[in-house]
């Protein structure tokens, strides 16, 4: 894993030549006993301007792509390929809005390697201002039923030759009562059904949760009959990138708040309580499927005791019963988030 310098405006900075030095990265994997990698496929280095087949395929990235998984296999490396990362092609943005139009899911995501979109933060400066109210709620709905439709046609048409395996990740923290009131008990069930149970409801139970729905109300998609056993169980497995916990309580109903996804659970959370930490206990409590723990990451100078108390916390989870079958750290290299 090579490291070259590039000048920036007068600064240095560094990266990964994981482009060019693709055997040499493998060779260090496996060195060090690693038994998976788990990367990203930039949607628009396959499909540079974001549409199916007939949009140009991009042959170089295809060949990256292809040269890497080689590369994997033939080392005994198990690739576990993530189809989105946060980087939807500009065109379908200014074309539809991305993942607030349905048409994305139809014309592109489904059929080849297409991705959620964004939502606009009413703070300006932040990015476009739009309806936080509601388009949180339409990227993630649209993002479930481009999902469940991927899903669908892998299943349909590549599972039974590929023998492989399709899944989805979601991110949740875990949260923990502020005080020994009824209110903060029920402000750690609404932060868990606003993070967690807004993806994980779907997925098993054909709905999004009452909490949402209550405090929500008609902003809040719903799922067609067919939508809804379309999105429910469609994964062979649930990726968890699990960050942290905090404690959570009340916040009273106000007319002078901003209406937006940050602010309708009526929730304050905070990682310490009166100067003192909240723990890391939070992992063994998520999570009940097959599930794949994906994202951890701290500084260098504590990083074998953070790994070392999160993994003895994932046995715990495993010892309770969860279905654990990986843990991913992140990452291979450092990107400093």
Request: aromatic share 12%; glycine share 8%.
């Amino acid at each position: 894993m090579k490291v070259h310098e590039m000048k920036m405006e007068g600064d240095q900075a560094y990266g990964t030549l994981s482009l060019t030095c693709i055997q040499e990265d493998v060779k260090i994997m496996k060195e060090m006993g690693l038994d998976a990698y788990r990367f990203s496929i930039s949607w628009t280095r396959i499909l540079p301007n974001g549409r199916s087949i007939s949009g140009g395929i991009n042959k170089e990235g295809v060949n990256y792509y292809n040269n890497l998984i080689n590369e994997l296999i033939s080392n005994g490396l198990k690739p576990f390929v993530t189809l989105f990362h946060w980087d939807s092609p500009q065109a379908l943005e200014d074309k539809y809005g991305g993942f607030l139009s349905e048409n994305i899911i139809v014309g592109g995501y489904a059929s080849a390697i297409l991705a959620p979109g964004r939502c606009s933060p009413y703070e300006v400066g932040h990015g476009p201002v739009g309806d936080s109210s509601r388009e949180p709620y339409v990227v993630a709905h649209d993002q479930l039923l481009a999902h469940a439709a991927t899903v669908t046609i892998y299943k349909l048409n590549y599972q039974a030759h590929q023998n492989g395996k399709i899944g989805i990740t979601i991110n949740s923290n875990w949260y923990v009562p502020f005080s020994k009131s009824r209110s903060s008990d029920d402000s750690v069930q609404r932060s868990l059904d606003f993070m967690y149970g807004w993806f994980m409801d779907p997925l098993v139970l054909r709905g999004y949760p009452l909490n949402m729905r209550v405090y929500v109300g008609n902003r809040l998609p719903e799922f067609t009959k067919e939508q809804s056993q379309m999105v429910k169980g469609s994964f062979d497995f649930i990726g968890l990138n699990y960050y942290t916990s905090n404690y959570a309580r009340n916040i009273p109903f106000s007319n002078m708040v901003n209406v937006s996804y940050n602010t309708d659970a009526h929730v304050a959370q905070t990682g310490d309580r009166n100067g003192i930490l909240i723990g890391r206990q939070g992992l063994t409590s998520l999570a009940n499927a097959t599930v794949l723990s994906l994202e951890e990451a701290l500084k260098d100078d504590v990083r074998v005791d953070f790994y070392k108390k999160h993994l003895i916390y994932l046995e715990r989870a495993i010892k309770k019963g969860v279905d654990v079958r990986g843990y991913f750290a992140w990452s291979l290299l450092d990107n400093f988030e």
